[in-house]
């Protein structure tokens, strides 16, 4: 009686051992994405999952080759920039994985023409994680997760859609890329699948999110979606990107785990500071993952509002964006009525409830994205639902009048822009 009691035991416990986290993660690995672009070059990456000798071609519309990079050695992570391209201008590339073509992709490099129009994206909180992730390093799931056989999150994989649907020329990510802890491990079937349509047409340029930050600093993302700069001002962290007549500032104002709270003397004020000063963009975008201004859980942030807000408004800063707050809301705050708060943080995690504000003009708990398109003195901002429907749309004028005479005196380069084009 003791014999088959025993067997099946054994057999219990054999068939329990294949759930087990025993195994390794699957090796990180990506499509071929567009790491970065300006008005002259454009950067390839990709992360394979064994070394590899990677090259990168471009093509003009008629078919013409431009440029590209041979392979050099056998890397596992690529990034090739092509060089001595012409600005506005949208060209192919294709990408060959030891002599074989394996992705092809296309994007626009930017103007120079303050008038060309730009249109791009932005996002927050999607880096949600599907249930399989947590099977991956089991025995009976390691393989399949490997291959790639199961789906993503339903969410983030829609956002994903809809955002290459849409064929920005850049996606601002606001932060919590990646759920839980920011681990490399999560990135592909966070990030890397649920937007590889998107990433094969546009850069990412993300900020930095508390989740992020939990393991390793936020490395990943530095490692995965920042351009390595040796003169980067603290180590990466905050970046400054320009598109035609758009600036992107990224900050990192984590201080949760760092315990370094955001005041005058603040890493991210001083780059705003020098930004702002010495960048001649008219259309300048801030973008950090924490809200100055929540109708949510986060709750204002009396931080930002005394140190950083000030900042923006004197120096005519076109929109402030975040995230963190899994819903879409804006603010008009009376302090700085010049300058829109948006925070987008519905780009796939749970959502949150909203309650009401005195500050807010809209706020939604839905999945969402955003848009937004410049053309010449325009600014429109957009807010789409998951189902596609219009959650949110403002304008953002240019600085005028008394605000654009304040600025001459702050930053006359940028002044003389924003006249001529306005003009």
């Not at 956002?159 to 592909?188: E, T, W």
């Not at 020098?274 to 929540?294: D, G, T």
């Not at 005195?358 to 939604?364: E, I, S, W």
């Amino acid at each position: 009686m003791k014999a088959p009691w025993l067997a099946r035991s054994l057999w219990l416990l054999g068939f329990a051992c294949l759930w087990l986290n025993v195994a390794d993660d699957p090796p990180l690995r990506s499509e071929a994405y567009v790491l970065d672009v300006d008005a002259e070059s454009v950067t390839i990456g990709l992360i394979t999952s064994a070394p590899s000798r990677v090259s990168v071609e471009c093509f003009d519309r008629s078919g013409a080759s431009v440029g590209g990079v041979l392979a050099g050695e056998a890397a596992r992570r690529h990034a090739m920039r092509v060089p001595k391209l012409l600005p506005g201008v949208d060209y192919e590339y294709r990408v060959a994985v030891d002599g074989e073509v394996a992705y092809r992709g296309s994007v626009r490099t930017a103007p120079v023409d303050d008038r060309a129009p730009v249109r791009f994206a932005f996002l927050g909180d999607s880096g949600d994680q599907p249930w399989w992730v947590w099977l991956q390093r089991t025995p009976v799931l390691h393989w399949p997760a490997r291959w790639g056989w199961f789906p993503d999150s339903a969410a983030v994989t829609g956002i994903g859609a809809a955002v290459a649907g849409y064929g920005p020329d850049f996606v601002v990510h606001l932060g919590d890329v990646v759920y839980p802890k920011g681990q490399h491990a999560h990135y592909r079937s966070g990030f890397f699948r649920p937007f590889s349509a998107a990433l094969a047409q546009a850069p990412f340029w993300a900020v930095l999110g508390n989740h992020d930050v939990m393991e390793a600093g936020g490395q990943q993302v530095l490692a995965n979606l920042r351009v390595p700069n040796p003169d980067a001002v603290a180590g990466g962290r905050h970046f400054s990107r320009a598109f035609g007549p758009v600036r992107i500032l990224g900050l990192d104002c984590n201080s949760d785990y760092s315990g370094v709270h955001v005041d005058a003397r603040h890493s991210a004020l001083e780059f705003v500071r020098h930004q702002v000063q010495h960048c001649s963009e008219p259309w300048i975008v801030v973008a950090a993952h924490f809200p100055m201004r929540s109708a949510s859980r986060q709750k204002d942030r009396g931080e930002l509002l005394v140190a950083l807000l000030p900042e923006l408004q004197a120096n005519a800063v076109s929109i402030y964006m975040s995230g963190h707050d899994h819903c879409y809301q804006r603010f008009l705050d009376a302090a700085a009525p010049d300058v829109p708060l948006v925070s987008s943080g519905g780009g796939g995690k749970d959502l949150y409830d909203v309650r009401p504000h005195k500050h807010a003009k809209v706020l939604v708990k839905a999945f969402h994205w955003g848009s937004i398109e410049v053309r010449g003195t325009s600014l429109e901002v957009r807010c789409h639902g998951l189902d596609g429907a219009q959650l949110d749309e403002f304008r953002v004028p240019l600085p005028a009048g008394p605000r654009l005479e304040d600025l001459h005196s702050r930053n006359p380069a940028r002044a003389a822009r924003i006249a001529k084009l306005g003009g």
